[in-house]
């Protein structure tokens, strides 16, 4: 039987151009797995070790094509590579050469997966190891103190990653439950997943998870639906968002306030965020003593340094570790400089333009969630340090956008009207019957 154009296109996309073969079930099993063993945050260096073994497995069954893989696609780990560097700077170079190599073996086992794995299977893969580390953090019900009380804060060390932990598994619910190419068994498991989400959202008390997890759960229905129309309709409802987004810019002070007030009535917390304001405060003459390079990639929060001290002292924090100045931007200012912050928001700008290209080229329900993931978590940048986070997902959303753009790079709307020409004459074809002289 011959498939549409249609269908065709379909297919293709929910690979994200990425092919299928007898091999990806192995692969599928082993980003489960890679992904069950990172999620925990409390034990880094077993974590670290073992997430390396997953990845040389992946590596040693392709090494060809993963060494090349991570050849060709250098640039989605760039900043990584300045981590990395800032060792020769760093004031604390032991710690910056640990944590800059675990950031670029996280970013080359982001790479080699995103090109053996298609986006698709990708997100059941990821779903359903957060549904298996949701069940088993609750049942270990670790708890921490917070302004609230006693919250849960599951294997992630802290309430502010859990509750990251729930939104993220919540876009993944929303992206099983709306997409009909994933397995049944699986999409059914989605409901009992949203409903553990929203308790984890609701029990740790993140205003910033919750409106996170709002944020992006109305983009990616909002994607998933606008994704449907032809390609000229999914570029106007994209100029539309960003013309019903921009006077949010404008009104950016009494949103900060209603937050504030948010904050403060609801949630019961100060109306600085929880001293996040007196944190920013306290970072700019640290930023300024080496603000072009910075301190040196996660060399800051270090027992020994006098600035960490007097924070950690002023935060009755007595373990003097896990800690950070609740912004990205400025944390990566701390650690890299000037040139961290320009690299960082330059691939930052350069991710969410690729995705939404790949998603207009070819959408589908998990190139939306792609999307919808990477704003939710932008979303938490002025108020979260999210760059361990962000430095392996940006090499992961960077691949998978690269490939769909590669493997789609013909103009949507030439498509489409191809398409349409060959099914008119199709059609008068069969009323008229064929034509002297005209070749068919």
């Known amino acids: ?76 780990y760039a900043l990584v590579l300045l981590a990395l560097a800032s060792v ?110 929203l308790y984890i959202l609701a029990a740790t008390h993140s205003a910033g998870g919750m409106v996170s997890a709002a944020i992006g759960s109305a983009i990616l229905i909002a994607m998933v639906v606008i994704g449907k129309a032809p390609p000229r309709m999914r570029a106007l409802c994209l100029v539309a968002l960003v013309v019903v987004c921009a006077p949010l810019a404008a009104s950016h002070q009494e949103v900060e306030t209603a937050a504030s007030d948010f904050s403060q009535d609801v949630l019961k917390k100060d109306t600085t965020l929880t001293g996040r304001a007196y944190l920013w405060y306290r970072a700019q003459p640290i930023i300024g003593q080496k603000p072009v390079l910075g301190h040196g990639f996660q060399a800051f929060w270090t027992q020994g340094n006098e600035d960490a001290e007097g924070l950690w002292n002023w935060a009755k924090n007595k373990s003097r570790a896990g800690f950070n100045f609740h912004n990205t931007y400025i944390e990566m200012q701390v650690d890299l400089g000037m040139v961290g912050l320009i690299g960082l928001i330059g691939m930052l700008a350069i991710t969410v333009l690729l995705s939404a290209a790949a998603w207009l080229t070819a959408p589908n329900v998990s190139l939306a969630w792609m999307f919808a993931a990477m704003v ?65």
């Open 1 to 76: 039987m011959r498939l549409s154009a249609n269908s065709r296109e379909d297919r293709r996309a929910a690979s994200a151009g990425i092919p299928d073969d007898d091999g990806s079930r192995v692969d599928w099993w082993l980003l489960f797995l890679l992904q069950c063993i990172t999620i925990p945050q409390t034990f880094y260096t077993p974590g670290l070790i073992a997430s390396t073994a997953v990845s040389l497995i992946m590596v040693a069954r392709r090494p060809a094509q993963s060494l090349s893989a991570i050849g060709r696609y250098w640039p989605t």
């Open 88 to 197: 020769f700077w760093s004031e604390q170079p032991d710690k910056t050469l640990r944590t800059g190599i675990s950031a670029l073996l996280f970013a080359f086992s982001a790479i080699v997966f995103a090109t053996r794995v298609g986006i698709t299977r990708a997100v059941s893969a990821l779903f359903l190891a957060s549904f298996v580390m949701a069940i088993i953090q609750l049942a270990v019900h670790r708890t921490g103190n917070a302004v609230e009380g006693l919250v849960p804060i599951g294997l992630m060390g802290a309430k502010n990653g859990f509750s990251f932990f729930g939104q993220q598994l919540l876009l993944l619910c929303l992206a099983m439950a709306l997409d009909g190419n994933q397995p049944k068994p699986l999409r059914l498991l989605s409901l009992p997943a949203t409903l553990i989400a």
């Open 376 to 440: 939710a978590l932008l979303s938490r940048t002025p108020t979260e340090s999210m760059i361990s986070s962000i430095l392996p997902q940006i090499a992961t959303w960077l691949v998978y956008a690269w490939v769909g753009l590669k493997h789609h790079s013909p103009a949507p709307l030439a498509t489409e009207r191809t398409a349409t020409r060959e099914r008119r004459q199709h059609q008068r074809g069969a009323t008229r019957g064929p034509v002297p002289g005209r070749t068919r």
